[in-house]
């Protein structure tokens, strides 16, 4: 388990794509109870160790989770994620290049929980609930588009079914359209960064997740360094009186 920050009231986790946040059908060991056996042995607590879920990720997803280590803090995350008072931003891999180098997408989408998916609308249906995000392109690959997303409300498979739906369909994400698998049952959609003030501190926090130890990601890694490597810096000019 990769802990990417902890305070009193809250800890922070790098999710990798072969876990879950919470229990399910599978009966495998969900996130959540990792974190508490983390925090039972580390601060050696007897009895039990205070958890709780603010959001989630898709299984198939890595990167950011918060958890809350005290009610208070608990109350107050579960509030800011309903109201979106947080900013989340994603790293997505697509293999088709969008229809714009940056857009704003606003769609119509359905639940359908016997089948788990999401249905995309362009205009309002029954049962459909509005959804934005927007993504911009921010590296490219011989064969990949690396896009970033700020997701900016959070509807079950929203930035799989979107993408989808303009014909950017997530790499390895069978259920929305790409053509195979990825080796390690996941898909390349990781939770990169997240900001928001502190529930109880009232301080900011940023945290940006290392994305996924494989060649494709690293690939993107390496292209990203680059590219800020040869960015123009502006110059700076000296003030002189008139």
């Known amino acids: 388990m990769n802990v990417l920050y902890e305070d009193n009231h809250i800890i922070i986790v790098n999710k990798s794509c072969t876990e879950i946040v919470q229990g399910d059908k599978t009966g495998d060991t969900p996130l959540s109870e990792m974190v508490q056996a983390y925090l039972k042995e580390k601060y050696a607590k007897p009895g039990n160790v205070f958890i709780g879920v603010t959001h989630r990720l898709d299984r198939p997803v890595s990167g950011v989770v918060v958890f809350a280590k005290t009610s208070k803090a608990l109350s107050r995350l579960n509030e800011m994620f309903r109201t979106h008072d947080l900013t989340k931003r994603y790293w997505a891999i697509v293999k ?18 016997r089948m788990n998916k999401t249905f995309v609308y362009d205009k309002q249906v029954k049962d459909s609930k509005r959804s934005k995000l927007s993504y911009k392109i921010i590296a490219q690959s011989d064969k990949y588009y690396l896009l970033e997303i700020d997701l900016m409300t959070g509807r079950h498979h929203q930035i799989r079914a979107q993408l989808a739906h303009i014909g950017c369909p997530i790499r390895g994400d069978l259920k929305y359209g790409f053509d195979r698998s990825n080796k390690d049952g996941g898909i390349s959609l990781h939770a990169r ?9 009232k301080k900011e926090i940023n945290i940006v997740a290392p994305t996924p130890d494989d060649t494709l990601w690293n690939t993107f890694e390496e292209i990203l360094s680059k590219q800020s490597e040869e960015a123009p810096t502006t110059p700076q000019t000296e003030d002189h009186e008139a």
Not at 96 to 113: D, S
Not at 193 to 201: D, K, L, M
């Open 193 to 201: 960064n997240i900001r928001f003030i502190h529930p109880v501190s």
């Open 96 to 113: 088709n290049r969008p229809p714009q180098e940056e857009e704003l997408l606003t769609h119509y989408l359905v639940r359908n929980e």
